[in-house]
């Protein structure tokens, strides 16, 4: 069974430029959820989305957002980006979302705001 | 406020040198405790679940442990290839339904041939 996957793998974009990520989770997942990894604060939960609908969200600015369709597929999206903003992020997928549900991560995304 | 603490932050050994890598938590009403691996610039690997205290699961060179504070991830005999951060995490609880990880800083470990 393929893995989460995450595209594209690096990027480089400039502050005030805006950034969409994509994300595919395993096949049968429904759920997804969103996390950023930077050396100072490590891995931090951004949103999950289930069924097309946004269910939890991080504490993260507006600026970060998300959704997801049909297929499970989910994309994020951050807005007026800031030099704060580079980081990795991840992708994670699970069956439902449900607490204790295993959580299957994408390779990520890395990410150079300049 | 849920906490995850990971202690050390990192840890040098020789290999076959045997240890245990800590994982503190304070959440209330624990619903699984997950211990991934992170190699450099790759995604976390999952590793074990751990759902209540007592519970012990076994991968190769690595076992986890938990109890109602905390686990442990003991490793033995190490090779080389088993150098990387690992990462602790506890869900959390928010009433929606939908829970994100709580993750530790990680534990970076080397092994040393």
């Known amino acids: 069974k393929a893995g989460v996957t995450q595209t594209p793998r690096y990027l480089i974009k400039t502050r005030g430029q805006q950034v969409t990520l994509s994300c595919s989770p395993i096949?049968?997942?429904?759920?997804v959820s969103w996390y950023q990894q930077t050396p100072g604060q490590g891995l931090q939960f951004l949103f999950e989305?289930?069924?097309?609908?946004?269910?939890n969200k991080g504490n993260f600015p507006g600026r970060f957002s998300g959704r997801q369709f049909s297929n499970s597929r989910s994309e994020m999206n951050v807005s007026t980006l800031e030099l704060g903003d580079s980081a990795l992020y991840l992708c994670?997928?699970?069956?439902?979302?449900?607490?204790?549900?295993?959580?299957?991560f994408g390779p990520g995304t890395r990410l150079l705001v300049l | 406020e849920d906490q995850v603490t990971q202690s050390p932050e990192a840890l040098r050994l020789q290999e076959g040198e045997s240890s245990s890598l800590n994982c503190s938590y304070t959440?209330?009403?624990?619903?699984?405790l997950f211990w991934y691996r992170q190699d450099p610039g790759k995604g976390p690997e999952f590793l074990f679940t751990?759902?209540?205290a007592g519970e012990e699961k076994e991968k190769e060179r690595l076992k986890a442990t938990l109890t109602k504070k905390e686990s442990f991830l003991h490793i033995t005999a190490p090779k080389p290839e088993d150098s990387a951060t690992y990462l602790c995490?506890?869900?959390?609880?928010?009433?929606?339904?939908?829970?994100?990880?709580?993750f530790g800083k990680g534990t970076h470990l080397i092994i040393q041939p």
């Open positions: 994670a997928s699970s069956l439902l979302g449900q607490g204790g549900e295993t959580q299957y």
């Open positions: 096949s049968g997942h429904r759920s």
């Open positions: 989305y289930f069924s097309e609908t946004q269910r």
């Open positions: 959440v209330s009403g624990l619903r699984g």
């Open positions: 751990l759902y209540s």
């Open positions: 995490a506890v869900p959390m609880y928010s009433g929606g339904g939908a829970d994100g990880l709580t």
